[in-house]
């Protein structure tokens, strides 16, 4: 019998919870089921708990986070930070967000922000269930190039483009690719069943990807990983890394990307 088959009493600890965790934590790559991940709060977010999926305690370059806003809580006041970036993507529930002086609009699943350095903006929850939002900070590169500019958008605005020629795959790049004002990307990935990368990829750039549907085998280092909707896997610089999605339904993950910069050396 499965751990999860045996018969569980409320109030106690599931049998066959210890020490089975399909998580691990390398120095170039770590893998987290969200239900190991204890929450946090945070000082500009009223009624929100939040999940840090990825730090620079863990060797991450950026910050990310699973925030859940509970109806009328958020962000009490605009909040900005000097030279560091944001970006915001709705899970599930209904909200509202503004950046610097322009209008609020409305959020709805797919809904997505960029903020750019230094702009203030607001997060809020106006519906009746909690909004769950995957938030990234990242600090500017900056290399003479104007700031980007802020982004207010939904997925359903974006096209699914496909540049590799292999079956089976979809793109959605949130953040205009190939213009030098970003330093990152973050990109719908979608893949049919069967779909798969034709190769091990090694790469400088790193990681947050954040598994929105679907289920697969994700390859990292040297071992394979069962990971299905709802799982977080960092990928820092040069990490052997190669995704096969499994069952029968389409497979879909967010992804952070830094590029468009040299090495710092
Ligand atoms: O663009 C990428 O680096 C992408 N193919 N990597 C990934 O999905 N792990
Ligand atoms: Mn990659």
Redesign the pocket.
Same mark, same amino acid.
């Given at each position: 019998m499965r751990p999860h088959q045996l018969p569980a009493t409320p109030g106690r600890p599931a049998p066959g919870a210890i020490g089975h965790n399909r998580g691990v934590v390398r120095p170039n790559y770590a893998f987290m089921p969200p239900e190991g991940v204890l929450v946090s709060r945070l000082p500009h977010f009223d009624d929100t708990v939040v999940r840090v999926l990825a730090a620079p305690v863990l060797g991450a370059r950026f910050a990310q986070y699973l925030l859940e806003i509970e109806p009328n809580g958020g962000t009490p006041e605009p909040f900005r930070e000097d030279g560091i970036q944001h970006f915001y993507y709705v899970l599930s529930g209904n909200g509202r967000f503004a950046m610097g002086e322009g209008p609020e609009a409305e959020l709805r699943p797919g809904s997505f922000a960029y903020v750019p350095p230094g702009v203030a903006f607001s997060l809020r929850n106006t519906g009746s269930e909690p909004l769950r939002v995957l938030g990234l900070r990242k600090r500017y590169e900056a290399v003479g190039l104007p700031q980007p500019d802020p982004i207010l958008s939904h997925r359903d605005e974006v096209p699914v483009t496909n540049h590799t020629g292999m079956e089976g795959r979809g793109f959605q790049f949130l953040l205009q690719r190939g213009d030098m004002r970003f330093d990152f $990307?973050m990109?719908l %990935?979608w893949f049919k069943p069967g779909a798969y990368?034709p190769d091990v $990829?090694t790469?400088v %750039?790193e990681?947050g +990807?954040y598994m929105l549907e679907g289920q697969g085998l994700y390859f990292l280092g040297t071992e394979w990983h069962e990971i299905w909707a709802g799982d977080f896997i960092w %990928?820092g610089g040069f990490c052997p890394?190669?995704?096969y999605p499994t069952g029968f339904d389409d497979a879909a993950?967010l +992804?952070y990307?830094n590029v468009n910069r040299d090495v710092a050396l």
């Amino acid at each position: 019998m499965r751990p999860h088959q045996l018969p569980a009493t409320p109030g106690r600890p599931a049998p066959g919870a210890i020490g089975h965790n399909r998580g691990v934590v390398r120095p170039n790559y770590a893998f987290m089921p969200p239900e190991g991940v204890l929450v946090s709060r945070l000082p500009h977010f009223d009624d929100t708990v939040v999940r840090v999926l990825a730090a620079p305690v863990l060797g991450a370059r950026f910050a990310q986070y699973l925030l859940e806003i509970e109806p009328n809580g958020g962000t009490p006041e605009p909040f900005r930070e000097d030279g560091i970036q944001h970006f915001y993507y709705v899970l599930s529930g209904n909200g509202r967000f503004a950046m610097g002086e322009g209008p609020e609009a409305e959020l709805r699943p797919g809904s997505f922000a960029y903020v750019p350095p230094g702009v203030a903006f607001s997060l809020r929850n106006t519906g009746s269930e909690p909004l769950r939002v995957l938030g990234l900070r990242k600090r500017y590169e900056a290399v003479g190039l104007p700031q980007p500019d802020p982004i207010l958008s939904h997925r359903d605005e974006v096209p699914v483009t496909n540049h590799t020629g292999m079956e089976g795959r979809g793109f959605q790049f949130l953040l205009q690719r190939g213009d030098m004002r970003f330093d990152f $990307e973050m990109n719908l %990935m979608w893949f049919k069943p069967g779909a798969y990368f034709p190769d091990v $990829e090694t790469h400088v %750039m790193e990681h947050g +990807l954040y598994m929105l549907e679907g289920q697969g085998l994700y390859f990292l280092g040297t071992e394979w990983h069962e990971i299905w909707a709802g799982d977080f896997i960092w %990928m820092g610089g040069f990490c052997p890394q190669q995704y096969y999605p499994t069952g029968f339904d389409d497979a879909a993950y967010l +992804l952070y990307k830094n590029v468009n910069r040299d090495v710092a050396l």
